[in-house]
């Protein structure tokens, strides 16, 4: 797999890579379904709202199991952008072409995409616990191991984010090298596999941030 390079800069500063590209096409595919999906919603659901109803559902009820319903409402919105751009920037690697060349590359496959999605979910998680209460977020520190706590929570955004980035960085490269020594066969086994391991690491990632949230607001 190539080393990532910038593609071109905008404004001088922001380096333009395959990921990058990658994630901006997501972001506008993603929001032209959620504006199609949502623009004639009907009593009596078609085939296809009854498809995105049901995976609405079956979230809502995997975040339910582990927050309450009341707080799988509440932060369902956050949780379920994460789950869905994580899914979608796991199955893109899927694409023809994709990772071949430098030109567009599964983000999730690039460390510093995965370590910005780790910062953006610890942001989250403090502010989440703050705004449920500053007295509990405070004492949830108050501990004479309160260095470990920190550097607990140091770790965690860290974790998901190598966790995340090492499993897809590693389906991309087994399915690179199976391709050189097997070209016909093998790789699109892997990627037969790859469906249902992607939608995994998504939920994993997912289902992991909800459970250190589920530490900051429980009482």
């Not at 993603?30 to 004639?40: E, G, K």
């Not at 409402?73 to 899914?87: D, E």
Request: one cysteine or more; aromatic letters at 12%.
């Amino acid at each position: 797999m190539e080393k990532s390079e910038p593609l071109f800069r905008v404004f001088g500063l922001l380096d333009v890579t395959g990921e990058v590209i990658a994630m901006w096409v997501i972001i506008a595919i993603t929001a032209v379904l959620s504006f199609i999906f949502t623009r004639n919603l009907k009593e009596r659901p078609g085939k296809l709202q009854n498809i995105v109803e049901s995976g609405v559902e079956y979230l809502d009820n995997f975040l339910t199991d582990i927050l309450g319903k009341e707080n799988a409402r509440k932060y369902f919105f956050f949780l379920a952008s994460l789950f869905t751009f994580i899914m979608f920037a796991n199955y893109s690697g899927l694409l023809p072409g994709v990772g071949v060349t430098k030109y567009v590359k599964a983000p999730t496959s690039s460390l510093s995409v995965t370590l910005g999605l780790g910062v953006v979910t610890f942001v989250f998680l403090q502010v989440a616990g703050i705004k449920s209460g500053a007295k509990h977020y405070i004492k949830h520190f108050l501990t004479p191991i309160v260095p470990l706590l920190l550097l607990d929570e140091l770790i965690k955004p860290a974790s998901l984010a190598l966790r995340l980035f090492g499993n897809i960085f590693g389906e991309e490269n087994v399915i690179e090298n199976l391709y050189e020594l097997l070209p016909i066969g093998a790789p699109i086994i892997m990627m037969a596999l790859s469906l249902l391991f992607c939608l995994i690491q998504a939920m994993v990632y997912t289902m992991l941030t909800a459970s250190y949230l589920n530490e900051f607001i429980e009482e």
